[in-house]
């Protein structure tokens, strides 16, 4: 058998994902990846061979989450990251219901049962890592204008730090953390229509920041100095001031807007 760590990536397909994976094939993991787009998996397969393993899935599906954790369950995961997601923005009235509740599922349910279902692997080797990708919207009071995005945001946030604590506090030498950044130049704006008011960085600087905080053992890392302050300043403003700012900001996002 492989003394190799094993590490498990979903949404390996593009943006952050495609960046971990890069990251932890030249370390020399084995690799568990998912997505939907088969061919982008198929060409890590054919690119690191036997120490990659794909695995389609649609997570907008609960099934399809169940189904996979029952894949892995033989496997053991040193890493997960739990990466899966994507977003939509406009006024709350206009966007569309249908791709919501499909960001709803992928961004929160998929990231529950898989987080939930890894976590519990992960007891019973008595070790492990786990990142959930979030974003700094989710660190925001509300978001006006990308509302059911910054809404499921907040949700991995919570979660993963109210988990970190638990397992803090019972000794668990499992790692659990998440990854709050601000705009990364992604496949992202295109599934969002939007454009990004502010300049993104690269998903390999967002990646590069990351595993530094993961080294600290950071529950909630934020890439840059400049979104640090960005979050750390909105403590200062009433909450009505700076949710106008944010919504102005939202508004310049959108394609038309």
């Given amino acids: 058998m492989s003394n190799k760590k094993n590490v498990f990536i979903t949404g390996a397909t593009s943006g952050i994902g495609s960046e971990f994976t890069a990251f932890f094939a030249k370390k020399g993991y084995r690799l568990i990846l998912t997505g939907r787009r088969t061919d982008r998996l198929l060409q890590w397969k054919e690119k690191l061979g036997e120490d990659c393993r794909i695995i389609k899935t649609d997570l907008a599906e609960e099934q399809q989450c169940k189904d996979l954790l029952k894949e892995i369950e033989k496997d053991r995961i040193d890493i997960f990251i739990n990466n899966a997601g994507f977003g939509t923005a406009g006024n709350f009235f206009e966007t569309n219901l249908e791709k919501e509740i499909s960001m709803i599922k992928v961004n929160d349910l998929a990231m529950h049962i898989l987080f939930k279902g890894v976590l519990a692997k992960m007891k019973k080797q008595g070790s492990g890592t786990i990142l959930n990708v979030a974003s700094s919207a989710g660190l925001l009071p509300a978001g006006p204008f990308m509302a059911t995005y910054y809404a499921t945001k907040a949700y991995v946030t919570s979660l993963t730090k109210a988990v970190a604590t638990e397992l803090k506090e019972s000794g668990s030498r499992i790692y659990v953390c ?80």
């Fill in 178 to 257: 998440c990854l709050c950044p601000g705009p990364v130049d992604t496949e992202f704006n295109e599934h969002a229509d939007v454009i990004f008011a502010l300049k993104g960085i690269s998903a390999k600087q967002c990646v590069a920041e990351c595993l530094k905080g993961m080294k600290k053992r950071r529950t909630v890392i934020i890439p840059t100095a400049r979104m640090k302050l960005a979050i750390a300043f909105q403590h200062f403003l009433p909450e009505p001031v700076l949710l106008k700012l944010i919504a102005g900001q939202q508004k310049k996002k959108s394609y038309g807007k």
